[in-house]
């Protein structure tokens, strides 16, 4: 155990948790809605701190990150735990346990000790995924710092629901997240996962206002968010965020509480894309479905395919560097890994 940051001491030995916009009060001898944190007369701590059930090298590919460090591998981490109760979770053996009073199982992990695996097994970065990473925000943290410090990227693969004050404390050391946009409309949030749409909204705003560098998931699930207008209203907020940002469109295929559903159509996430790029988006992709296309990344001045991608292999064919082949103009994303300026187009506006 170790005492958990983001939490205030109320009386009767209660306490207030604002790590996740879900702002659990929590009694003595109880915990959070995320089941990983926990009152001990008066003090919140943490359950998970350290206690990593999975640790894996994926492609930054996998995240799905498409415009941060193409090409590169990231260590991948997780605890157990999450604080939504997603339907459909791919990953409720890890993620749901704690929430349903099961044990919260994983290996001692000492924060040094992964940044080291990171270094050894030749990764550009420390993805902090699986479950919703905020939940083991003060291990992610200490990880994060440490990564930094070796040149080490740091990418959260997020569902959004952070508090103000973790996006602050977060940001400064996080390069690059992707985070779930799950719909574009409150009650989808309030049954199918426990949550509402706001929160997530804001924390996507802040992100790309502190300078994280941010692409989007939404899950497209038949007959629940896949409706062409909700898709058009979600593209326009992404658009509004800025047009660099990715929109990653994923196939549903059923899972865990949700098996009522077929799996997404591919026509169904093309014209998603379709949509997305109407709205104003510059680079809108298709996954979780072979051979529908839309896989690529295009020069968004001239058209030129600069990087071609199966599954999760990648070619870059249209790239000097960052720069476009054809027209010169350069690829939106990062491509360093830690503190530094966006890439600028060569007009000097943000991408």
Not at 37 to 51: A, I, K, P, Q
Not at 104 to 118: D, K, L, N, T
Not at 190 to 199: I, S, T, Y
């Amino acid at each position: 155990m170790r005492e958990a940051g983001f939490y205030q001491k109320l009386g009767r030995g209660e306490v207030t948790c604002f790590l996740c916009a879900h702002r659990c009060k929590v009694k003595p001898g109880k915990r959070g809605l995320c089941g990983v944190r926990e009152n001990r007369d008066g003090t919140l701590y943490s359950l998970v701190y350290g206690r990593l059930v999975s640790a894996s090298v994926d492609p930054i590919e996998k995240k799905p990150l498409f415009h941060y460090l193409p090409g590169t591998t990231s260590y991948s981490i997780a605890t157990m735990g999450c604080n939504f109760r997603c339907l459909f979770c791919q990953n409720y053996a890890i993620s749901q346990p704690p929430r349903e009073g099961g044990g919260i199982a994983g290996s001692e992990v000492a924060p040094r000790e992964v940044v080291a695996e990171a270094e050894r097994a030749g990764c550009a970065s420390i993805a902090y995924t699986y479950v919703e990473p905020t939940i083991f925000m003060e291990y992610a943290l200490d990880v994060a710092a440490l990564a930094r410090g070796r040149g080490l990227g740091n990418v959260f693969v997020s569902n959004g629901y952070m508090t103000g004050e973790a996006v602050s404390a977060l940001a400064p050391v996080l390069d690059a997240a992707n985070v779930d946009l799950k719909a574009f409309r409150d009650k989808f949030y309030r049954d199918n996962c426990g949550a509402k749409l706001a929160p997530v909204l804001d924390t996507l705003d802040a992100l790309k206002r502190l300078g994280v560098w941010l692409e989007v998931t939404t899950l497209v699930i038949p007959g629940l968010n896949d409706d062409p207008g909700e898709l058009a209203e979600l593209a326009s907020f992404l658009v509004s965020l800025g047009p660099e940002t990715p929109w990653h469109v994923s196939a549903f295929h059923p899972t865990y509480r949700m098996t009522d559903r077929p799996p997404t159509p591919a026509a169904t996430l093309l014209k998603a894309r379709e949509i997305g790029l109407a709205a104003g988006l510059r680079h809108v992709y298709v996954g979780n479905v072979r051979g529908a296309g839309g896989e690529n990344t295009a020069c968004h001045r001239c058209g030129a395919t600069l990087i071609e991608r199966a599954g999760y292999a990648i070619r870059k064919t249209g790239l000097t560097g960052a720069s476009c082949v054809d027209c010169g103009e350069t690829m939106d994303g990062r491509f360093n890994a830690g503190p530094g300026p966006e890439i600028r187009s060569p007009k000097g506006e943000r991408p």
